[in-house]
């Protein structure tokens, strides 16, 4: 089946999330937010929400210099940061359905002798 690709808001998205990460502990934040800036270029609605997704799922005293640095940005972060709130309450993903590992340990085979 053919496929249209990926929107290009979404692979911005993406590559705004990649630039964030890869610098996660930086402590010369000006650089990145340099890389952001030039990779946004007009769109900073979607720059601010990316922003303030990944400040608030990430913010951590490891990642304090580019925390600080892209809360004093010039965007309105708000639903970014109500975004990754969200995200970082939830949790990680796992692989182990619903009942988790505790489940898992009762419904694992019982060893022979």
């Known amino acids: 089946m053919p496929s249209r690709g990926v929107h290009p808001d979404v692979k911005l998205s993406i590559e705004l ?5 890869r610098n996660r ?3 010369d934040p000006r650089p990145v937010i340099d890389e952001l800036l030039a ?5 900073d609605e979607l720059l601010a929400f990316e922003v303030g997704s990944w ?6 005293e490891h ?7 892209l809360r004093a940005l010039p965007l309105d972060l708000a ?9 970082r309450r939830r949790g990680a993903h796992d692989t182990t359905g ?8 009762r419904n694992a085979p019982t060893p022979r002798a």
């Open 79 to 87: 639903a970014g940061l109500t975004a990754g709130a969200e995200a």
């Open 17 to 21: 999330g990649c630039i964030l990460s």
């Open 63 to 69: 990642t304090r210099a580019l925390t600080t640095a």
């Open 39 to 43: 990779t946004a270029g007009a769109r």
């Open 55 to 60: 400040i608030a799922f990430y913010d951590d």
């Open 25 to 27: 502990y930086t402590a």
């Open 98 to 105: 619903t009942g988790g590992p505790e489940q898992e340990r």
